[in-house]
């Protein structure tokens, strides 16, 4: 059985779905004002991974990860770029599309974009404002009600007493409570508007959340998953809208990944140590970057460095090098066979794909001692569970970004080494190992022919 750790509970619970062989989980995305970062790309990958085994698990997945494409980071970036909020928005949903494809990530169900749904969400701040859990204010500004939703807080395990202990600063005059957060913003001159009972404005950034997931998976649905950075208070206030207005809970499983750090620090674009996807995939391939993010436990913290990056890549070349030098059969999994099993039990126990990363290393000495194509082929189903080790296995390795000769140039010289040995000039085949080293080619003598690689 499926064992998550539940964030609303703090705690590691056995996962039963709402109803038996189907899961419905909704993932907050990402907001369109610029390219995605490797902490972006940590959520991507972890809950491409959850859907896929959940999927190899017997399950159907309904999955729905949204798209914030209108925000007040949005609204600046297209002012100072001089183009309009669509312009901005499309550019940057094609690019995170194209940094998901070349992580592995499959598309989710639905992608929903916050301005398609602006309806709902004036019904759904509606009905809180009926419900005496929410109220316009003198600024034409709709804010949430804290104080009148009993058990806010329960999520982040925070008291509203300490909350608001840090709330004291600044507090909004317009706003009964200082924990009360805003639903819907009055229209400010030069800023995209709709219609709405309390004047033209647009959402607050909570509310999208609770209004997309509503109409694609019903008030009360299996998962809900994020970043870490999001518990508190975007989950935490999702909660307080979607259960104030329907009065049912809200999702049953609460799943957060960990922060990427670098330096010890979280990585983020306010303290400007992040790096995006495109700039790590300019030196690393989208597999190699997977991998690195699958062999940390997803909730743990997961330290980004060049070096951890490179350590990947070799350890992802070990991996297709043992597929390469024994073809692997197409298999069905046998999840009774024993490595598969190991491979199991350890996803099983809350996702432990450091262990079950692990397992693939195992099998793959295996497959070298034993030269078995049925184990081989075990490897690659058992990969592909977690989105690697798909690719034609001389293509991976022979991949050649960066790289100062092409393939033609380098079967020329793998040819002129070739005629050296043959006329015993072991001298100058000794220099083209050496010149093909140096371009970063690394040549493997196997009998009958030469195979190279990428170092």
């Given at each position: 059985?499926?064992?998550?750790?539940?964030?609303?509970?703090?705690?590691?619970?056995?996962?039963?779905?709402?109803?038996?062989?189907?899961?419905?989980?909704?993932?907050?995305?990402?907001?369109?004002?610029?390219?995605?970062?490797?902490g972006?790309?940590?959520?991507?990958?972890?809950?491409?991974?959850?859907?896929?085994w959940?999927?190899?698990?017997?399950y159907?997945?309904?999955?729905?990860?949204?798209?914030?494409?209108?925000?007040?980071?949005?609204?600046?970036?297209?002012?100072?770029?001089?183009?309009?909020?669509?312009?901005?928005?499309?550019?940057?949903?094609?690019?995170?599309?194209?940094?998901?494809?070349?992580?592995g990530?499959?598309?989710?169900?639905?992608?929903?974009?916050?301005?398609?749904?602006?309806?709902?969400?004036?019904?759904?701040?509606?009905?809180?404002v009926?419900?005496?859990l929410?109220?316009?204010?003198?600024?034409g500004?709709?804010?949430?009600?804290?104080?009148?939703?009993?058990?806010?807080?329960?999520?982040?395990?925070?008291?509203?007493?300490?909350?608001?202990?840090?709330?004291?600063?600044?507090?909004?005059?317009?706003?009964?409570?200082?924990?009360?957060?805003?639903?819907?913003?009055?229209?400010?001159?030069?800023?995209?508007?709709?219609?709405?009972?309390?004047?033209?404005?647009?959402?607050?950034?909570?509310?999208?959340?609770?209004?997309?997931?509503?109409?694609?998976?019903?008030?009360?649905?299996?998962?809900?998953?994020?970043?870490?950075?999001?518990l508190?208070?975007?989950?935490?206030?999702?909660?307080?809208?979607?259960?104030?207005?329907?009065?049912?809970?809200?999702?049953?499983?609460?799943?957060h990944?960990?922060?990427?750090?670098?330096?010890?620090?979280?990585?983020?674009?306010?303290?400007?140590?992040?790096?995006?996807?495109?700039?790590?995939?300019?030196?690393?391939?989208?597999?190699?970057?997977?991998?690195?993010?699958?062999?940390?436990?997803?909730r743990s913290?997961?330290?980004y460095?060049?070096?951890?990056?490179e350590?990947?890549?070799?350890?992802?070349?070990?991996?297709?090098?043992?597929?390469?030098?024994?073809?692997?059969?197409?298999?069905?999994?046998?999840?009774?066979?024993?490595?598969?099993?190991?491979?199991?039990?350890?996803?099983?126990?809350?996702?432990?794909?450091?262990?079950?990363?692990?397992?693939?290393?195992?099998?793959?000495?295996?497959?070298?001692?034993?030269?078995?194509?049925?184990?081989?082929?075990?490897?690659?189903?058992?990969?592909?569970?977690?989105?690697?080790?798909?690719?034609?296995?001389?293509q991976?390795?022979?991949?050649?970004?960066?790289?100062?000769?092409?393939?033609?140039?380098?079967?020329?010289?793998?040819?002129?080494?070739?005629?050296?040995?043959?006329?015993?000039?072991?001298?100058?085949?000794?220099?083209?190992?050496?010149?093909?080293?140096?371009?970063?080619?690394?040549?493997?003598?196997?009998?009958?022919?030469?195979?190279?690689?990428?170092?």
């Amino acid at each position: 059985m499926l064992i998550l750790h539940n964030s609303l509970g703090r705690e590691k619970q056995p996962f039963h779905p709402l109803v038996a062989g189907q899961v419905r989980m909704y993932v907050c995305g990402v907001t369109v004002y610029d390219y995605c970062h490797v902490g972006h790309a940590r959520v991507l990958v972890v809950f491409d991974m959850l859907v896929r085994w959940l999927l190899a698990s017997g399950y159907s997945v309904e999955y729905v990860r949204n798209i914030t494409d209108i925000d007040d980071k949005i609204i600046k970036r297209a002012a100072l770029n001089g183009e309009t909020i669509a312009e901005l928005t499309e550019r940057f949903i094609t690019a995170l599309h194209e940094d998901a494809e070349r992580l592995g990530v499959l598309a989710p169900t639905h992608e929903p974009r916050a301005t398609h749904f602006v309806p709902a969400m004036v019904d759904l701040i509606g009905r809180l404002v009926e419900r005496g859990l929410a109220y316009p204010a003198a600024n034409g500004d709709v804010y949430y009600s804290v104080h009148a939703f009993p058990g806010y807080g329960r999520l982040s395990g925070k008291a509203l007493d300490e909350l608001r202990a840090g709330e004291r600063v600044g507090i909004d005059p317009y706003k009964r409570d200082a924990l009360d957060f805003v639903l819907w913003k009055a229209a400010r001159p030069d800023e995209p508007g709709w219609e709405s009972p309390w004047g033209m404005g647009r959402p607050g950034w909570h509310i999208e959340c609770s209004a997309m997931s509503e109409h694609y998976l019903s008030p009360h649905f299996d998962i809900h998953g994020g970043g870490q950075d999001l518990l508190f208070p975007h989950h935490e206030n999702e909660i307080a809208q979607s259960e104030g207005a329907h009065g049912c809970t809200l999702a049953n499983y609460w799943v957060h990944n960990g922060f990427v750090r670098v330096d010890d620090e979280k990585m983020s674009k306010s303290l400007g140590n992040f790096f995006t996807i495109r700039e790590v995939l300019e030196r690393f391939d989208g597999e190699t970057l997977r991998l690195f993010i699958l062999r940390a436990h997803y909730r743990s913290p997961l330290n980004y460095a060049d070096g951890h990056l490179e350590d990947a890549r070799q350890s992802l070349n070990r991996l297709y090098t043992a597929l390469r030098d024994v073809p692997p059969e197409t298999i069905e999994l046998d999840w009774d066979e024993p490595w598969a099993a190991r491979f199991r039990q350890a996803m099983d126990d809350d996702l432990n794909t450091s262990l079950a990363v692990s397992v693939l290393f195992e099998l793959a000495a295996e497959v070298n001692k034993s030269r078995s194509s049925q184990r081989a082929g075990l490897l690659r189903a058992l990969g592909g569970v977690l989105g690697l080790l798909q690719s034609d296995p001389v293509q991976h390795l022979q991949q050649l970004g960066g790289c100062a000769l092409d393939a033609a140039q380098i079967d020329a010289l793998i040819a002129a080494r070739a005629l050296a040995r043959k006329n015993r000039d072991f001298a100058e085949a000794d220099r083209v190992r050496a010149e093909l080293m140096q371009a970063g080619i690394v040549l493997e003598d196997q009998p009958g022919a030469t195979l190279w690689r990428r170092a």
